[in-house]
């Protein structure tokens, strides 16, 4: 089930964003965002990526199962995600924290052409699907307004059955974007053997995106 939610968790690191008056700040710094490491408290484990190029595959739209029915129909392309414009190049950079029962990865993105901001519209702020041993939520949920900057966030479920077992999993994803440049919050419940699940700490990770935000505008 790990799996299945890191997967979900690539699928949507390019959401869509909300619309906001748009202002393109010069010189952002991706690499800022390691400063973030040292916000997190000894509870939890912190790991960093040194700034390296976009993995395309990182990015793709998520690939779900054939046969899945959409409500509404037309909103498959929204709950599968949505990805960075072919070709795009550039760099990324990254902090994972773990801990108090919670996963963060803050992602921070440079890309070589604007992402374009897509919109999921009034009509896909709420997207069912199933199919075979599989079924899912995806929907809006409220994001930081962020002075000049385009944001999203979902809330993403899936319900699968597994050796005859069912398995569940959710994750909150926060973009925020600003002329080649996205930061990227996402957030889930760490599983762990005998222990209950802790829910999603949305007001951290709401906070984490205006932080990230910040520090690779370099305010």
Do not use: W
Request: hydrophobic share 40%; with cysteine; net charge neutral.
């Amino acid at each position: 089930m790990r799996r299945t939610v890191l997967a979900v968790a690539s699928a949507g690191l390019v959401a869509a964003c909300t619309s906001h008056a748009q202002v393109v700040v010069a010189d952002p710094d991706i690499t800022k965002i390691l400063d973030l490491k040292g916000t997190f408290g000894p509870d939890f484990q912190v790991k960093t990526v040194a700034p390296t190029g976009i993995d395309p595959r990182a990015f793709a739209p998520q690939t779900l199962p054939p046969g899945l029915k959409f409500e509404p129909p037309d909103c498959a392309k929204f709950a599968s995600g949505m990805a960075v414009s072919p070709g795009a190049t550039g760099n990324m950079t990254a902090v994972t924290a773990e801990g108090q029962g919670n996963r963060f990865v803050i992602l921070a993105v440079e890309t070589s052409e604007p992402i374009a901001p897509a919109d999921p519209g009034d009509g896909c702020k709420k997207v069912a699907f199933s199919g075979a041993g599989v079924r899912g939520l995806v929907e809006e949920v409220p994001a930081p307004h962020i002075d000049g900057v385009k944001t999203l966030g979902t809330h993403r479920i899936l319900e699968t059955v597994a050796g005859g077992k069912p398995a569940a999993g959710q994750l909150y994803n926060y973009v925020a974007g600003f002329g080649r440049f996205l930061v990227i919050v996402t957030a889930n419940s760490l599983v762990v053997p005998d222990k209950p699940i802790v829910p999603v700490n949305t007001q951290k990770a709401t906070e984490l995106l205006t932080k990230s935000v910040s520090t690779v505008r370099g305010q």
